[in-house]
């Protein structure tokens, strides 16, 4: 049996093998205007059995408070673990996360905090290596035929509806007015927009806006691959229609069943109100797996810290 081992894709002296599984296997988190968008410090990692390319994943290695860490790539959901299908898949699949789990544990950080495709269920292998495991949720909505606003709950559907009324209309957006609704939420809730990264992500993305009279109230960015949607994030003026933001997901959850998309992904919350705003557009709760370690002494403050998978 070939030896299952984890490589830098940079370390690679042929980078182009991986390239293209990760494009037919990976989706679009591994488009290279996402990778870009996180920062420079992105790694990607390939799976290798004997000599071949069997799957990938990618990390990021960040200072949290100055504390070295390995995380998922910024803006993305989940470290977009992927395997080249075969025929003993569940087999092959514990040892591939045996093989990650390894990789992990010889890295030189003090914090690890992982999360996997939903797709992933078993995660004893990194139980086994000494991680602890949570489980954390999204929502996806399927486009299986029904009508789109028959599955989204009547307050939701009252306040697209009204948005409409109120001369609310929702198009396709360039940067400037994806960063003026993005804008919007970062003053409000005290966070500061990376509008280079945001430039970088558009290039692999689909912007829309909700404008009054031309002027922009809303917005949000959503990326696609060949099967699935993602909303990956949204801003808009309080001060404004309430239904504005509501609306650009109803047009874009409209327009990825035009496109023949049988996922829409809103990339889940932990936060009681943002899960709320999620559920009410009628998808399917879902759970994923995180797996986290850090040293005894530090794991406590994480978890005061809203870390609970630590």
């Known amino acids: 049996m070939a030896e299952i081992g984890v490589k830098r894709v940079s370390d690679l002296p042929d980078q182009h093998a991986f390239n293209m599984l990760a494009a037919k296997y990976g989706g679009v988190f591994f488009v290279p205007g996402l990778i870009a968008g996180a920062g420079a410090d992105v790694e990607q990692l390939a799976i290798f059995e004997g000599d ?18 390995i995380s998922n790539p910024a803006y993305h959901p989940h470290c977009s673990l992927f395997f080249v299908p075969r025929s003993n898949d569940s087999e092959s699949l514990k040892r591939f996360l045996e093989a990650i789990c390894n990789w992990l544990k010889k890295q030189s950080v ?39 606003l028959s599955k989204i709950s009547s307050k939701r559907r009252r306040l ?17 007015e994806l960063l003026e ?12 927009v990376n509008d280079a990264a945001i430039a970088k992500i558009l290039s692999a993305g689909t912007a829309y806006n909700a404008n009054v009279n031309g002027k922009t109230i809303a917005s949000a960015l959503f990326v696609d691959d060949e099967k699935s949607r993602y909303y990956l994030f949204g801003g808009a003026d ?14 874009s959850l409209c327009d990825a069943e035009m496109k023949g998309m049988k996922i ?7 936060i009681p109100g943002v899960e709320l705003f999620f559920r009410s557009f009628g998808g399917n709760l879902t759970p994923f797996f995180t797996i986290a370690k850090a040293p005894w002494w530090l794991s406590p403050l994480l978890r005061w810290k809203g870390k609970s998978e630590f």
Request: net charge positive; with cysteine; proline share 5%.
């Open 160 to 176: 697209i509806k009204d948005a409409e009324k109120n001369g609310v209309v929702v198009e396709h957006c360039g940067l400037t």
């Open 181 to 192: 609704g993005l804008h919007f939420s970062g003053q409000s809730k005290g966070f500061a």
């Open 52 to 69: 071949a390319i069997c799957g990938g994943f990618m990390v990021q290695r960040i200072k949290l408070k100055g504390i070295p860490t």
């Open 238 to 251: 309080r001060n404004a229609n309430s239904g504005a933001l509501s609306a650009i997901i109803y047009r």
């Open 110 to 148: 003090k914090i690890i905090t992982v999360s996997f495709p939903p797709e992933i269920t078993d995660v004893q292998p990194f139980i086994w290596g000494g991680f602890k495991s949570a489980v954390k949720y999204t929502y996806r909505f399927p486009f299986d035929g029904a009508e789109v």
């Open 264 to 270: 829409f992904d809103f990339e889940g919350s932990m």
